[in-house]
Structure formats: C-alpha cells, structure tokens
C-alpha cells in the first residue's frame, strides 16, 4: 500500500494593511535614520523605513529576475488596502546598477511606508497586526557633519579630460556618434554622518527634482525615466546642459544659447531617439516634442523633453524601466559601443550611478528616474561617493565637459556641507 505524502501546511505570507491618515505634511521629516527609502518631489510621493523583504541580484537578467521575485513575493501577501491608489499595498523601492556586468541591483520592501499625492494621504505597514496609523510619529532631527573633507576619485581632473579627448577622437572617427563620461570624488566627513540631512537639503534645494534614497543611493535627478499609471505612460528626457550665473538676464541669454546650439541639440536628439524607440514596443499614441524647452534647475540649465504614451501592452513599469535603460543620456549612442567604450576608458565602475531608481507596486504601476546628482553614502565609514557625467559628441571640448561636470556636482556638495 502506497503511504500518502504528508500534507505541508502553507506558510503564511506578509499582512500588508493600508489605510488613509491626515496630512503629514513633510514626508521627509517623518524618516528615522535608520533604513530609510524615499522617492519625494515638490512634497508628494513615498518614504518608508525597516525592512520587510530584501533582494540583491546582478548581471544582464536583473530586472527579470527582480519582477519574478516580486510577483512572488506578492501573490503570498495578505492584503487590506482601503486607499487603493497607486503606491498604495505592496510597493517596492529599487536602485539598479548601470552596467549588466557589473555591480548589485538592490530592491527593498520597506516595513512602514507614508504616501501623499494628490490631497490624499496613507500609510502602509507589513507584518504587524496593530492599526497601521499608530506607527505614524515625528522622527528626531537629523545630526550634520562637523566638517566634510573632498579629494579625487577614481580618476584626476586631467586624466578624465584625456579620458575625453580619446572619446572625441573616437567620435570624429566614426566609431559612434556619442558616449557619456562620467568622473567620482569622494567626501570624508567628520561626526555622524546621516543620510537624511543630504535628503532634506536636496529636497529643500531642488524641489521640482526627484528626491530619493535607495539602500545608501541618495540623490535628487531631474530625469524621469518612466512613470506608469494605468496605461498612461511618461519620460522626461534631459541632454544639453548650461551652468546658471544667478543673473536672470544672463541666464536667459544662455538659455536662448542652449537652445540654438548645434552640439547640445544633436546630443539631446540622440537621446530622445533612444527614449522613443524603446517605450514604441509597448506604447502607443506616442507624444513627443519636435523640438525640447529648457528646464531651469537651481544650478544648471538643461534641454527637456516629455514623452508620453498610452500602454499597448501589460508591462509593468520595471518592465518599461528595463526597456528603456542605459538610454543615450547615460550611455551614448550606438549603446553597445557606447557600452564598451565606457567600459574601457571611464576608469571607475559606475555601481548604481545611471541605473534606474525609484518605486513600483502589486499593480505594476510606478515611477523610476535615472539615478543623477547622487552619491553612494557610507555612514559607517562616513564616506560620500559623489558622481556627475557629460555627453560627449563631435563637438565636446574636454575643458567644458570637466567645468559642466563640476556644475553637476554641486547638489551633493552643497548638501552635504550645508548647515
């Protein structure tokens, strides 16, 4: 007689409970300093703290590998969500690395997560049985360096010019037509070195930028790459960049300059092309600009352009995110060229610099922006790594492209250094 196999009781999975909550007006100031998540622009979006679930992975297949462990992971959830927006139940925060043979993308599921968009507001908890309104509290202040000391990174000044100059001659060659080259410095600070105090003041800086942090990726970029809600489907590309002067008549005048700028308009060209063609295998009714605006920063000037689409297809934005990365404003343009070139003559590994970042739900909607005006913090060594990369096209001169990554690395600094 054939003996019955024993019957293995399910395992439970993650209660996850939503539920609405009065105005908490500054997300960011709710955050402990302890694991903290957040995706925040002009004082709408998400932040959260703990850590319910945790995923590293590397190589060509991590978004895929990502959305597997994901859906899992979601299909063994309890949910009891009486908000039902997007971003509401089940959401996951994630910041991948830039290149598939190198670096660890991380993805984070946060045990307590505060929303706000649009009038409304809500917090989420995962394995806990009490009302999620009563982990709602006011964090404590966040401590500031005592004093920040900045050295080079992994390349100097002139050797990441020669690093540009190769590039042009590359270019002018005819090997590709445009390659972005990113440098490092590093920030050793002394006292506690907390990553929200960089969060608020970038928050505070740049409003209209995305704020985020991602397991010690902390930054504020000004680049979506995509949003999807619904079927509605965005990007905003950026290529071509102006440093501001602080005077709005010059300011104005180098805005004009930007946009009739033969070598910033044909960098920013490649890139939305790249955009375009990606999000057209699962969009339709594409919108995009003949010709880009100019989007003013607090520090810089850039070319701007807002794609949108209607979702042909049922990708999910990870999905979308996967389809879109590395696009010619990070990488370049061929991309395998660009690829390789980077590769062989940047000097640094990127890790999640240029990756995408951002948050996606049980739904599939969510937001992710090309991880800009960044740095990796490392509390514990009290070390910030800081990055800032240039488009490179027939028309780059090394001497700019060193002054307009200088520009770009501002945010960080003046973050980090504020008081």
Same mark, same amino acid.
Not at 395 to 416: C, F, M
């Given at each position: 007689?054939?003996?019955?196999?024993?019957?293995?009781?399910?395992?439970?999975?993650?209660?996850?409970?939503?539920?609405?909550?009065? @105005? $908490?007006?500054?997300? &960011?100031?709710?955050?402990?300093?302890? *694991?903290?998540?957040?995706? !925040? #622009?002009?004082?709408? %979006?998400?932040?959260?703290?703990?850590?319910?679930?945790?995923?590293?992975?590397?190589?060509?297949?991590?978004?895929?590998?990502?959305?597997?462990?994901?859906?899992?992971?979601?299909?063994?959830?309890?949910?009891?969500?009486?908000?039902?927006?997007?971003?509401?139940?089940?959401?996951?925060?994630?910041?991948?690395?830039?290149?598939?043979?190198?670096?660890?993308?991380?993805?984070?599921?946060?045990?307590?997560?505060?929303?706000?968009?649009?009038?409304?507001?809500?917090?989420?908890?995962?394995?806990?049985?009490? @009302? $999620?309104?009563?982990? &709602?509290?006011?964090?404590?202040?966040? *401590?500031?360096?005592?004093? !920040? #000391?900045?050295?080079? %990174?992994?390349?100097?000044?002139?050797?990441?010019?020669?690093?540009?100059?190769?590039?042009?001659?590359?270019?002018?060659?005819?090997?590709?037509?445009?390659?972005?080259?990113?440098?490092?410095?590093?920030?050793?600070?002394?006292?506690?070195?907390?990553?929200?105090?960089?969060?608020?003041?970038?928050?505070?800086?740049?409003?209209?930028?995305?704020?985020?942090?991602?397991?010690?990726?902390?930054?504020?970029?000004?680049?979506?790459?995509?949003?999807?809600?619904?079927?509605?489907?965005?990007?905003?590309?950026?290529?071509?960049?102006?440093?501001?002067?602080?005077?709005?008549?010059? *300011?104005?005048?180098?805005?004009?300059?930007?946009?009739?700028?033969?070598?910033?308009?044909?960098?920013?060209?490649?890139?939305?092309?790249?955009?375009?063609?990606?999000?057209?295998?699962?969009?339709?009714?594409?919108?995009?600009?003949?010709?880009?605006?100019?989007?003013?920063?607090?520090?810089?000037?850039?070319?701007?352009?807002?794609?949108?689409?209607?979702?042909?297809?049922?990708?999910?934005?990870?999905?979308?995110?996967?389809?879109?990365?590395?696009?010619?404003?990070?990488?370049?343009?061929?991309?395998?060229?660009?690829?390789?070139?980077?590769?062989?003559?940047?000097?640094?590994?990127?890790?999640?610099?240029?990756?995408?970042?951002?948050?996606?739900?049980?739904?599939?909607?969510?937001?992710?922006?090309?991880?800009?005006?960044?740095?990796?913090?490392?509390?514990?060594?009290?070390?910030?790594?800081?990055?800032?990369?240039?488009?490179?096209?027939?028309?780059?001169?090394?001497?700019?492209?060193?002054?307009?990554?200088?520009?770009?690395?501002?945010?960080?600094?003046?973050?980090?250094?504020?008081?």
């Amino acid at each position: 007689m054939t003996q019955a196999a024993p019957v293995r009781a399910l395992q439970a999975g993650p209660v996850i409970r939503t539920r609405p909550i009065a @105005d $908490p007006h500054t997300l &960011l100031e709710r955050l402990p300093a302890e *694991d903290p998540v957040a995706w !925040v #622009r002009n004082g709408e %979006g998400l932040v959260g703290w703990g850590v319910a679930a945790r995923l590293e992975v590397r190589g060509p297949e991590r978004f895929s590998r990502a959305h597997r462990w994901w859906t899992q992971w979601c299909e063994q959830a309890e949910v009891d969500d009486t908000v039902a927006m997007p971003g509401t139940g089940p959401v996951a925060f994630g910041s991948f690395a830039f290149d598939p043979e190198s670096g660890t993308s991380v993805v984070v599921v946060p045990k307590v997560i505060i929303g706000r968009k649009a009038g409304q507001a809500w917090i989420t908890t995962i394995g806990t049985e009490t @009302d $999620p309104r009563r982990m &709602l509290r006011a964090a404590s202040v966040p *401590d500031q360096p005592t004093a !920040v #000391r900045w050295s080079q %990174g992994s390349r100097s000044p002139i050797e990441w010019q020669q690093s540009v100059a190769d590039a042009i001659g590359r270019i002018t060659g005819g090997e590709l037509d445009k390659v972005v080259l990113a440098r490092d410095v590093i920030a050793t600070v002394d006292g506690v070195l907390d990553p929200r105090h960089l969060l608020m003041n970038l928050a505070q800086r740049y409003p209209s930028c995305w704020t985020f942090s991602v397991d010690g990726l902390v930054g504020a970029t000004p680049e979506l790459l995509v949003r999807r809600t619904g079927d509605l489907v965005t990007s905003r590309v950026l290529a071509g960049t102006v440093r501001r002067q602080g005077d709005d008549r010059a *300011d104005a005048s180098l805005a004009e300059a930007l946009l009739g700028s033969g070598k910033d308009l044909e960098e920013h060209e490649y890139a939305v092309h790249s955009v375009a063609r990606a999000l057209g295998h699962h969009c339709t009714d594409l919108e995009v600009p003949e010709r880009p605006r100019v989007l003013a920063l607090a520090n810089v000037q850039h070319l701007a352009t807002d794609i949108t689409g209607r979702l042909a297809d049922r990708a999910p934005a990870l999905a979308l995110a996967a389809a879109l990365h590395p696009t010619a404003a990070v990488c370049g343009t061929p991309t395998e060229r660009a690829m390789g070139l980077i590769r062989a003559i940047e000097g640094m590994d990127r890790g999640r610099y240029a990756g995408p970042v951002g948050w996606f739900d049980a739904n599939g909607d969510g937001e992710f922006g090309i991880a800009l005006r960044c740095a990796e913090v490392d509390p514990s060594a009290r070390t910030v790594r800081s990055f800032a990369g240039c488009g490179i096209v027939a028309g780059s001169d090394p001497a700019d492209e060193l002054a307009e990554s200088a520009a770009k690395l501002v945010p960080i600094r003046d973050a980090l250094e504020s008081r």
